[in-house]
């Protein structure tokens, strides 16, 4: 049967692809897996190998040609076989389209499992049973769902009814525990924490923040910002504005470990936590204290969606010099977060509460957060740690130069 | 196994992969030396690995590329002591000397979210964060590989891909002496395209810092890049 060779989609962001270079020639075999044809998408030159063995039927893009992804670059089969009908199909396909849904002949991804032999068994998975295990399990009055097959496709048998029968009647086992494997974003999450948590040196420092006028900043001006940029900033955003504006103004704060040294950075780049369900990723927002509210509010909004639909860029995530992290929606009143090396801080916030406050003598209703700055005491001292939150405590008590 | 010799390598803590400094090594012998790598990371008896390295001068011409963007033939750049190959990989004429840092990432991208494109992206997201600790806002150009600062072009970008393995990678001009590309158009551009390090801050720059960052920011970006929700989608 001929089988066809097609520009393969090398990532998510590929179009299109040019031949190279023929490395078989027409009428030549080849095995499964060998390289046939190279191809080149930006400056990457890729190997692409046979998806069967047979011979090379048909050069149907010749070198130099660029194909859209799937596009038919050659046919392979046995010597003879009519590839009149894939030639003329091909014929009809559009040669300078868009994205062409990709052909699967990459191997599936590792994740994919077999079921196996004693595998347990999926929820809502039909239980296959033998007569005779069947009758055996009831006479012993015996849940089979409790009872692990070890036949064709974890079809019960007889053995393992009398196993369960042995040991005593009940399975040995009924709910296995989910298993969160330490690969792919755990792996990174688990890696990344553990490593800041042996060797930072951490120290935390609190502070409650009066955030009474940025709540009535945000009622009276939120509006009139939402018609200004087309999105009404969150309390995150406006403390996300603070944070950049008092790192500009704190630069030793705004540093990295890196090279042989201690790396003061001029650019204020904003990391943010975004909760994925399972892990999370800090998003950077680059050059945050030059933005404008609005702006910022956007670029935390549109690198949060990319976030949680899987799709940020390298560039996303690279090269933040601090980071914010919010779990005050959560209900969350105070906490100590870790640093997101090879960052020197991390401030977490709380919840905003309506607390009593002693002002000159009276007790006041006023919206109070805390603020948790964690710091590593390596790169950075005490002193202007504590500098840093008080102006942060200040720019958010008074935000009128919010615009 | 590699000979290692006076090869350095450093593991990096929490991450499972490893930097290869070569110091200065001839085009040819490190070309080997990925070749090899390359062998053993598909065999997984290695992991990923950076290879740093420095070329004495030479000139290295992407496979089907137009001899036209080199100025001089190989017989004379011999005789102006430049190496020439032809050689596997994406990307166009290319000119390595000392002062230039070349980095060639051996990585498995079936760990990386097959996505070779989205690798080209973080190979750039590394160099440019590099760049930033040294005050130099280096920028990626879309449709034009590489780094650039101002117009100008720091870091040349070119990988090969062998069943999901990459090799070759990028050249980032630290001190190069940027006559020495008047030999060929690089990547088909005017040679005056090309700016380092050196030429921007307008003072010397520490390759060793620059390997060291480069390492950092090799390790840091990659491992964010996994964690940005890519990891085994494509």
């Known amino acids: 049967m001929a089988t066809r060779i097609d520009m393969p989609q090398l990532g998510l962001t590929m179009e299109k692809g040019a031949i190279l270079q023929w490395i078989r020639a027409e009428g030549e075999q080849v095995t499964k897996g060998q390289p046939v044809v190279l191809i080149q998408t930006e400056k990457v030159e890729y190997e692409v190998e046979a998806p069967a063995a047979g011979t090379l039927l048909k050069v149907v893009a010749k070198e130099g040609e660029e194909l859209p992804v799937g596009g038919l670059m050659g046919i392979l089969g046995q010597p003879g076989e009519d590839v009149s009908a894939l030639l003329a199909a091909s014929a009809a396909e559009p040669r300078a389209a868009g994205p062409a849904p990709s052909k699967d002949n990459h191997e599936p991804p590792a994740t994919s499992q077999e079921p196996g032999a004693g595998t347990p068994r999926q929820p809502g998975e039909r239980i296959k049973i033998s007569p005779v295990a069947k009758k055996l399990a009831q006479e012993h009055g015996i849940d089979i769902a409790t009872i692990a097959g070890t036949g064709p496709e974890r079809r019960i048998v007889r053995e393992d009814v009398e196993r369960v029968i042995a040991a005593g009647g009940a399975a040995p086992t009924t709910a296995a525990p989910e298993v969160i494997p330490l690969s792919g974003i755990r792996k990174v999450i688990f890696d990344r924490m553990g490593q800041s948590w042996r060797e930072a040196a951490q120290v935390t420092l609190f502070a409650d923040a009066d955030m009474t006028e940025v709540v009535r900043l945000r009622q009276a001006k939120g509006a009139e910002w939402e018609r200004r940029f087309g999105i009404k900033p969150s309390y995150s955003d406006l403390i996300h504005m603070a944070v950049a504006r008092a790192l500009r103004e704190a630069p030793r704060i705004n540093c990295r470990l890196g090279g042989q040294g201690v790396r003061i950075r001029k650019e204020v780049n904003l990391a943010f936590a975004v909760d994925l369900g399972e892990g999370l990723v800090a998003a950077v927002i680059k050059n945050a204290d030059k933005k404008s509210v609005g702006d910022l509010a956007k670029a935390a909004q549109e690198l949060a969606g990319r976030a949680r639909s899987g799709r940020l860029a390298p560039d996303d995530v690279a090269d933040g010099t601090f980071t914010v992290t919010n779990l005050g929606g959560l209900g969350v009143e105070s906490f100590t977060p870790i640093i997101n090396p090879p960052q020197a801080g991390i401030l977490g916030i709380g919840r905003i509460m309506e607390k009593p406050v002693v002002l000159g003598g009276d007790i006041h209703i006023r919206s109070m957060m805390t603020l948790s700055l964690v710091f590593d005491h390596r790169l950075i001292d005490g002193a202007p740690a504590a500098k840093f939150l008080a102006k942060v405590k200040e720019l958010l008590e008074q935000p009128g130069w919010i615009g | ?234």
């Not at chain 2, 590699?2 to 110091?23: C, D, F, K």
């Not at chain 2, 280096?138 to 870091?155: C, D, F, M, T």
């Open chain 2, 1 to 234: 196994m590699l000979a290692m010799g006076t090869v350095r390598i450093e593991s990096r803590p929490g991450t499972a992969w490893q930097v290869l400094n070569l110091g200065l090594e001839p085009f040819g012998v490190a070309l080997r030396r990925q070749e090899e790598l390359v062998h053993q990371r598909l065999l997984g008896i290695v992991p990923d690995t950076l290879i740093l390295v420095e070329h004495p001068p030479v000139v290295t011409l992407g496979r089907a590329k137009p001899r036209g963007n080199l100025l001089l033939d190989p017989a004379m750049l011999a005789a102006q002591g430049v190496e020439f190959f032809e050689i596997t990989r994406g990307g166009d004429a290319t000119y390595h000397a000392p002062g230039q840092l070349v980095g060639y990432p051996i990585f498995d991208l079936r760990q990386h979210g097959r996505d070779v494109l989205r690798f080209c992206r973080g190979m750039e997201a590394a160099l440019i964060a590099t760049l930033a600790e040294f005050g130099i806002a280096g920028e990626a150009v879309p449709g034009r590989a590489g780094v650039w600062v101002h117009g100008k072009k720091i870091a040349s970008l070119g990988i090969s891909v062998r069943r999901w393995i990459t090799f070759h990678g990028f050249a980032l001009n630290v001190t190069t002496d940027l006559a020495g590309f008047q030999v060929i158009r690089p990547c088909g551009e005017d040679p005056g395209i090309m700016t380092s390090m050196a030429a921007i801050l307008q003072r010397p720059v520490s390759m060793d810092e620059v390997r060291r960052i480069v390492a950092e920011r090799f390790a840091e970006t990659f491992s964010l890049m996994e964690a940005s929700g890519q990891t085994g989608a494509v």
